[in-house]
């Protein structure tokens, strides 16, 4: 390939690698894409963790140096470039997409502030945990909505029990929002107090009250009210205390300050309610939402032609509905095999290419409940339309939906190691984190 060749070859630019970005990357570095394309992913983390998994993470109940895919590992794997880095601007002029500095945890930089150029660039960044302005959480509550987030809460909570054991008080753990993650923490932090029973005098001591807070009237809001009523007698039965109809006016360092007034004592807080993208995508002279999500088209495009974006910071609302897709993997997924399967045809047209369209399929929803159970509603479509699973169909359909994920990263047979690895490790090793 000549010099011209090179320099006139499409770059191609994913920042944000969950599971839609590190997705297009892989199918994509995979690929002979038209013109010798280029393609480079872009990651403030070194690593990627399943998102839906994060919970597990941070009970311990899953170890993350097995669940983690590291980005120069699957770069060279998949042949694709991987720059670390956090974006925080946009030069649309110029095609540049520009990243904060590298500082190191004592203040030294190690990498400034640099540019990166693309042709096409894809933003799949994600979203987190949304405060909604109230005050403390920031100060005095945990999110796990990242890696790095989920890893830190449970090294406090490994020191936690570590002081349950030696003064002998309970821990209560307070939890705010009743979604997916908040009611799948409170069930994995069960597992991982009776996990802890079996390793002696750690365990004993090292007993948790769980409260989960919801605003709302119910838990799993977005699910059937049988599953929500199911899982919160579930819930019950495990020993956590649910609050409904109940909302946090502010976090305080030894607990959650309800309406009225009320204080629920809490060693540790939990902040799991609300979705929003990071505030800078607001500031790119692009159409967003209040949430900061970038408003795309049916080709997943933003109102530049050159940029999409895909996963939970982008808004689509599909054609006859009046509110756009939530903020889910399934989401995520289906997005990255559109854009996966689009953009090679835009790159090898000489003039606008328009796809057929985004259409999102509903395959329904699960939530898991540790080893404890598990339920889920079916995809409004086929022979089970709107159809409900519980108990061990339900796990193994949430176990197959990650197992999936692991296959279009690292390919079915590689992928199918894995699982026997994680199955042999899941009888060799402690069932919970202890170092």
Not at 138 to 146: N, R
Not at 156 to 167: A, C, F, G, Q, V
Not at 328 to 346: C, F, G, S
Request: glycine share 10%; hydrophobic share 45%; with cysteine.
């Amino acid at each position: 390939m000549g010099l011209a060749q090179q320099k006139n070859a499409a770059r191609v630019v994913i920042v944000g690698g969950g599971v839609a970005g590190l997705e297009i990357a892989t199918a994509l570095g995979k690929q002979r894409l038209p013109h010798n394309a280029s393609v480079t992913l872009v990651d403030a983390d070194s690593a990627h963790v399943w998102k839906p998994m994060l919970h597990t993470i941070a009970a311990g109940t899953r170890d993350l140096a097995q669940q983690q895919t590291t980005y120069l590992a699957q770069a060279t794997d998949a042949h694709f470039a991987f720059q670390p880095g956090a974006m925080s601007g946009l030069d649309r002029e110029r095609q540049e997409i520009i990243l904060n500095p590298i500082i190191t945890d004592d203040g030294r930089e190690l990498v400034p502030a640099r540019r990166i150029g693309y042709d096409k660039l894809i933003i799949a960044i994600g979203s987190g945990a949304n405060d909604f302005g109230t005050p403390g959480v920031l100060e005095h509550c945990y999110m796990i909505d990242s890696r790095r987030k989920a890893d830190d809460f449970n090294q406090e909570i490994r020191l936690r029990m570590l002081r349950s054991m030696t003064d002998g008080k309970t821990l209560q753990v307070a939890i705010v929002g009743g979604g997916a993650t908040g009611v799948e923490l409170a069930a994995e932090l069960v597992q991982l107090s009776e996990s802890a029973e079996a390793y002696g005098a750690l365990g004993k001591a090292a007993k948790f009250q769980i409260v989960l807070i919801e605003s709302g009237p119910r838990i799993l809001a977005s699910f059937p009210e049988e599953i929500s009523a199911a899982t919160q007698k579930r819930l019950a039965a495990l020993g956590v205390t649910v609050l409904l109809n109940r909302k946090v006016q502010a976090a305080q360092a030894d607990g959650l300050v309800l309406d009225g007034e009320e204080l629920i004592p809490a060693g540790l807080s939990v902040w799991a309610a609300g979705v929003k993208a990071p505030a800078f995508l607001s500031t790119l002279g692009l159409p967003t939402t209040r949430g900061h999500q970038l408003i795309v088209n049916d080709d997943l495009q933003t109102a530049d032609p050159n940029i999409y974006a895909v996963g939970d910071c982008a808004s689509y609302t599909l054609p006859g509905e009046s509110t756009p897709l939530p903020p889910t993997a399934q989401v995520a997924h289906q997005q990255a095999r559109y854009v996966i399967e689009l953009l090679p045809k835009v790159l090898d047209s000489t003039h606008a290419y328009a796809g057929k369209g985004f259409a999102y399929r509903d395959f329904g929803a699960l939530v898991s409940l540790a080893n404890y159970d598990a339920y889920g509603s079916l995809g409004k479509f086929g022979l089970f339309n709107g159809g409900l699973i519980k108990g061990r169909m339900a796990m193994l359909s949430h176990i197959w939906l990650y197992r999936s994920h692991q296959a279009r990263l690292y390919g079915f047979w590689r992928g199918g190691l894995l699982w026997l690895v994680d199955l042999i490790n899941s009888r060799l090793r402690p069932s919970i984190r202890l170092d």
